[in-house]
C-alpha cells in the first residue's frame, strides 16, 4: 500500500473515531466537545478525500476552499454536504473561541446524524476514486 493510501485511510480512521468521541460528549451533556468532535470528524473525512487528488492545506480554510472547488462545485458532493461542513466549521470555531456559547442538545443530535451521513457519504466517494 502506499504512503497517501495509507494516510487516506488513517483520516478516514480518525474520522469515524471523532464521531465516537463525540457521541460519547453528547451522552455526557459536553455540547461544545461534542459540537468540536462533530466539526473534526467532517474535518479529517474531507482531508482524506482531498488527498486523493493530492490535495492540501495547512489551513482549515484552506481545506474548506480546496473541498468546495473540486468536490462540492462540481457535482462530486453535493452543495448541502459542503454547507453543512460550512456551518459546523463556523460553530467549531464559536464553540472554541467565543465565550458563553451554548448550543441546544436537540441540533447537536441532529448535527451529529447528520455527521454520520456526511462521513458515509465521502467515504462512499473516496471508495470510487481509490478503491479499498
Known amino acids: 500500500m502506499s504512503y497517501r493510501k495509507d494516510l487516506i485511510a488513517y483520516r478516514m480512521s480518525r474520522a469515524k473515531e471523532a464521531l465516537q468521541d463525540a457521541e460519547i460528549l453528547l451522552n455526557s451533556k459536553r455540547l461544545p466537545s461534542t459540537v468540536n468532535r462533530i466539526y473534526y470528524a467532517l474535518f479529517y473525512e474531507v482531508t482524506a478525500l482531498l488527498l486523493?487528488?493530492?490535495?492540501s492545506s495547512s489551513k482549515h480554510s484552506?481545506?474548506?476552499a480546496l473541498f468546495n472547488e473540486h468536490f462540492v462545485k462540481n457535482g462530486t458532493v453535493s452543495i448541502e454536504t459542503g454547507r453543512f461542513y460550512s456551518r459546523m466549521f463556523e460553530f467549531r470555531q464559536k464553540s472554541d473561541y467565543e465565550d458563553f456559547?451554548?448550543?441546544?442538545?436537540?441540533?447537536?443530535?441532529?448535527?451529529?446524524?447528520?455527521?454520520?451521513?456526511?462521513?458515509?457519504?465521502?467515504g462512499k466517494v473516496i471508495?470510487?476514486?481509490i478503491p479499498q
Do not use: D, S
Open 101 to 122: 456559547v451554548q448550543f441546544e442538545e436537540e441540533k447537536v443530535k441532529e448535527w451529529l446524524v447528520t455527521a454520520r451521513q456526511f462521513i458515509e457519504e465521502i
Open 127 to 129: 471508495e470510487k476514486i
Open 52 to 55: 486523493t487528488k493530492g490535495l
Open 62 to 64: 484552506g481545506i474548506m
